[in-house]
């Protein structure tokens, strides 16, 4: 409660921290996001591009697990982001799989490595 004795201190005059302030001024405040016109779609294609200024992430569905479709990927999704954004994004994205991977494991990119021997498609037996 403020009463009219106590002194306030201009808005551009920074405040001093106390040892004991210090912990609560570090913490991070979290940016309130709404999401109410989100549209989520999913992807298991992704292609960088860029210039000197800018970096362009395509994301699309490709229907072809292995090898290289017949068709063209089609991009449904284009982020087009600054090099700051990206570095923070990639930070982001590099702490998030290592936790996953903490908890479950290594995750194996190579698609031929992923795959049960058992499901792979045998030569037949020569004859």
Same mark, same amino acid.
């Given at each position: 409660?403020?009463?009219?004795? #106590?002194? !306030?201190?201009? &808005?551009?005059?920074?405040?001093?921290? !106390?040892?004991? /302030?210090?912990?609560?001024?570090?913490?991070?405040?979290?940016?309130?996001?709404? /999401?109410?016109?989100?549209?989520?779609?999913?992807? %298991?294609?992704?292609?960088?591009?860029? !210039?000197? #200024?800018?970096?362009?992430? /395509?994301?699309?569905? %490709?229907?072809?697990?292995?090898?290289?479709?017949?068709?063209?990927?089609?991009?449904?999704?284009?982020?087009?982001?600054?090099?700051?954004? &990206?570095?923070?994004?990639?930070?982001?994205?590099?702490?998030?799989?290592?936790?996953?991977?903490? !908890?479950?494991?290594?995750? #194996?990119? /190579?698609?031929?490595?992923?795959?049960?021997?058992?499901?792979?498609?045998?030569?037949?037996?020569?004859?």
């Amino acid at each position: 409660m403020s009463t009219s004795s #106590e002194k !306030t201190k201009p &808005a551009s005059e920074p405040e001093a921290q !106390t040892p004991a /302030d210090a912990p609560v001024a570090q913490q991070r405040q979290q940016v309130k996001v709404d /999401d109410s016109n989100l549209t989520a779609s999913y992807a %298991n294609f992704c292609r960088v591009t860029g !210039t000197p #200024e800018e970096l362009i992430i /395509d994301f699309g569905l %490709n229907p072809q697990p292995f090898g290289i479709p017949p068709d063209p990927v089609v991009v449904s999704q284009r982020i087009v982001t600054n090099y700051f954004t &990206a570095k923070r994004m990639l930070h982001a994205l590099q702490l998030t799989v290592q936790r996953h991977e903490a !908890t479950f494991g290594v995750l #194996e990119t /190579d698609v031929q490595k992923r795959v049960m021997p058992s499901a792979r498609v045998q030569p037949p037996p020569r004859t």
